[in-house]
């Protein structure tokens, strides 16, 4: 196949002073899955990597690879039928698919944590919430059951769980959503992680509890430096939280930019036909009459199982010329730290292709 | 149908369900998913309904239509009273009243072809031969955007966007006048959205359609809408244009929601925003006065004793709130 595998080794490029700084780091990351009309390639060639106190929002439509780049991290992948099938992903600077199961157990849950869109799937139905957190805590920190079930309902109280000490004693049936998710973070953050991946963790909640989740996230975030890899196909949710993004298209990293560069100047058509397509809640005082029509991306997203050649988003792009079909067009930093895969990004950030 | 007749009206509707025992606590009770609802749709016109999970969206619009039986209340359609008109009664009003659900994966028979499921309802209706249904199945196929040659094919041979086209041509099938459109959007990739919402727009102008456009998502609804009604636990807490909505919200409500929506700007970038506390009441246990009381940054004594009738507080601008008793007033304040 005449395909070029995108090569960013250092997706900060150089430019970012504080490389020292960055706790997660994954390298090509290449994971695949058997299934019956062959091998799906999910995560292609990912490079992305997180700083100390740093939020990366990582977006792109369902199906793109954002939940299997996060399980390859904690290697969560089932085999088979799935597997990693190369690149690396280091944290502070030890490559996680080189360490024993026992080492990884170490990691997960206490150097870096990982929540969920539904919660129900990670807690125990059995078991009351105060048992969850509090044995989250014991097992890694080697307290008491006393003084981790105390630290439990502080944590619960942190999270905004009205009436923690009681509720404690609640099974997770008996929450609400919101509330479960705020358990499920209560669970992630108790152990002070240094990474917390949160997979859409509002996804399935109403925008005013979204508001408390996030803002916990964030004030995590800020008092401990924890570094946020945070997934979402939100871009209202990227551009309010994130301080830089990776955007995905059928596997691969299509763009990596810091926030304002992305949504001012995105160089990718995919991002910016992504970012056409959202409703502007501020537009009914800029059209108080007939609303202007939202920019479609036609077609859809291609099957992993049969991609096209060349550039993947070729069969959807308004710019795709004969050579983007036959090659795909290399990852390559456009201005500093910000960088795209597509054959005809230097017209798009200069906007003369339309 | 005058003028003035707006094509379908609601009054004081109310949709109740009994609790099973023990569910929500001790003995039974009713959860009072739609408690008094009152609005008008013109016709041409989108009316929104937004509001939290579980505050009565789908209820409202299940009952408007009928698919429900309300527990008190009226439906005039083109001023017809049509709350407790039977099923051949009934059957006229049916065919003018359509519905388009959020999931279009659980709301399309899987055993049918794409073209059966488009079909139907016009075989329930006798509408037409075999040769002329066919035709307009394919005229329908070719308006939302679906190829001839996908007939064929079943539901789950579709993408999520195309099933939501299918449901899309299956509700104009009969040409009705209203579509309620429960969530239509809220399972879609944004780029998906963004086409399914040019469709309902496209249609609604060469069709004059109404729309009840039911949804979480404000961006989108502000986008869709021309009027804009907000729900809070089974009641109309503000209903106006939308323009009035989003550049001058009254209810305490709706400019919680609107300042927690996440705005894909970074001009938008620490704004300052209301943050209401805690979770959305039971509608078993709903608190006393205003419903809203447990969670309104504005709350008084007022409120915990005594619920705000939705009011005019200017002409097409109605808002249930005890601050805005004598007129609109702004910025929002606590009384002192
Ligand atoms: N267990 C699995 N078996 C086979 N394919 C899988 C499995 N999990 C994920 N995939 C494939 O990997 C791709 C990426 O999935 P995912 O990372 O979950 O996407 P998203 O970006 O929505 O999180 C999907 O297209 C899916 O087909
Ligand atoms: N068939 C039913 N039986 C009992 N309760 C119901 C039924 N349908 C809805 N409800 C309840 O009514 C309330 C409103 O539900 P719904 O109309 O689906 O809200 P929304 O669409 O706004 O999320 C919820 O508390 C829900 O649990
Ligand atoms: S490489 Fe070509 S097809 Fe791909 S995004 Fe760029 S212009 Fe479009
Ligand atoms: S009536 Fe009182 S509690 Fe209700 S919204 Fe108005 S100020 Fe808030
Ligand atoms: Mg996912
Ligand atoms: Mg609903």
Not at chain 1, 61 to 81: D, H, M, N, Q, Y
Not at chain 1, 297 to 308: D, E, F, R, T, Y
Not at chain 2, 118 to 132: A, F, M, Q, S
Not at chain 2, 136 to 149: K, N, S, T
């Amino acid at each position: 196949m005449n395909r070029i595998v995108p090569r960013d080794v250092a997706s900060d490029g150089g430019t970012t002073p504080a490389t020292s700084d960055i706790v997660l780091e994954i390298e090509g990351l290449q994971t695949e899955f058997r299934s019956p009309s062959g091998i799906i390639r999910a995560v292609d060639g990912v490079s992305y990597n997180v700083r100390r106190g740093e939020t990366l929002c990582v977006v792109g439509e369902s199906g793109c690879g954002k939940s299997v780049t996060a399980l390859s991290v904690l290697r969560l992948i089932t085999s088979p039928p799935g597997r990693i099938a190369g690149g690396q992903i280091r944290f502070e600077g030890s490559d996680l698919l080189a360490m024993s199961e026992a080492e990884m157990e170490r990691i997960r849950g206490n150097e870096i944590s990982m929540i969920f869109q539904e919660p129900m799937t990670s807690l125990n139905p059995l078991y009351t919430i105060g048992r969850q957190v509090s044995e989250a805590i014991a097992l890694h920190q080697g307290l008491s059951r006393r003084e981790a079930m105390d630290r439990a309902v502080a944590m619960l109280q942190r999270v905004a769980i009205p009436d923690a000490a009681s509720r404690a004693g609640s099974y997770p049936h008996q929450l609400s959503g919101g509330m479960r998710q705020r358990v499920m973070i209560a669970m992630a953050l108790s152990c002070h992680p240094k990474v917390l991946i949160a997979d859409e963790p509002t996804t399935a909640l109403d925008v005013t509890i979204q508001a408390q989740i996030l803002d916990l996230i964030r004030e995590q975030r800020e008092t401990l430096g924890t570094a946020v890899v945070l997934i979402t196909h939100d871009m209202g949710v990227v551009a309010e939280t994130a301080d830089r993004v990776v955007v995905m298209y059928a596997g691969r990293k299509v763009e990596e930019a810091n926030v304002a560069d992305l949504f001012e100047r995105p160089a990718h058509p995919y991002t910016r036909g992504l970012l056409g397509s959202i409703p502007d809640i501020e537009g009914a005082a800029r059209h108080p009459g007939r609303r202007p029509r939202l920019t479609e991306i036609k077609g859809m997203v291609p099957s992993l199982a049969k991609l096209p050649s060349g550039c993947s988003f070729a069969p959807r792009c308004g710019l795709a010329t004969a050579a983007c079909q036959e090659v795909a067009p290399p990852l390559v930093q456009h201005r500093p730290g910000h960088w795209a895969a597509c054959w005809r990004a230097e017209q798009v950030l200069a906007g003369i292709a339309a | 149908m005058s003028e003035a007749t707006p094509l379908v009206e609601v009054r004081d509707l109310q949709k109740h369900f009994p609790v099973r025992r023990g569910l929500f606590g001790a003995g039974s009770g009713q959860v009072h998913a739609v408690d008094g609802i009152s609005f008008t749709i013109a016709a041409g016109e989108t009316l929104g309904l937004v509001g939290e999970s579980g505050c009565g969206k789908s209820t409202a619009g299940r009952t408007l239509l009928r698919l429900v039986q309300p527990s008190q209340g009226e439906i005039r359609f083109r001023g017809d009273d049509i709350t407790s008109l039977d099923g051949p009664a009934m059957l006229p009003y049916r065919r003018s009243m359509q519905m388009i659900q959020q999931d279009p994966y659980a709301s399309l028979n899987p055993r049918m072809t794409a073209g059966e499921i488009v079909e139907e309802p016009l075989v329930i209706h006798r509408i037409g031969g075999r040769t002329e249904r066919r035709e307009r199945v394919a005229q329908l196929f070719e308006r939302v955007g679906l190829r001839p040659e996908q007939r064929l094919a079943y539901p789950h041979e579709f993408s999520g966007g195309q099933r939501q086209r299918i449901g899309i041509a299956r509700a104009l099938a009969l040409s009705p006048a209203l579509i309620v459109c429960d969530e239509p959007v809220s399972a879609l990739d944004v780029s998906i959205q963004a086409q399914i919402i040019n469709l309902l727009t496209d249609l609604q102008e060469e069709l004059g359609l109404s729309y009840l456009f039911v949804a979480h998502d404000l961006a989108v609804v502000e986008h869709i809408s021309h009027r804009v009604a907000v729900m809070y636990l089974g009641r109309i807490v503000e209903l106006t244009d939308r323009r009035s909505l989003f550049e001058t919200p009254l209810h305490p409500y709706t400019e919680a929601l609107l300042s927690a929506v996440p705005i894909a700007k970074v001009s938008a970038r620490g704004r300052k925003r209301v943050v209401l506390s805690g979770d959305v009441p039971s509608p078993v246990n709903r608190p006393s006065g205003c419903h809203f009381h447990t969670r309104c940054p504005y709350v008084h004594a007022r409120c915990r004793s005594e619920a705000p009738a939705l009011h005019a507080v200017r002409e097409g601008h109605l808002v249930a709130c005890h601050l805005h008793e004598a007129g609109p007033t702004l910025p929002l304040a606590r009384p002192n």
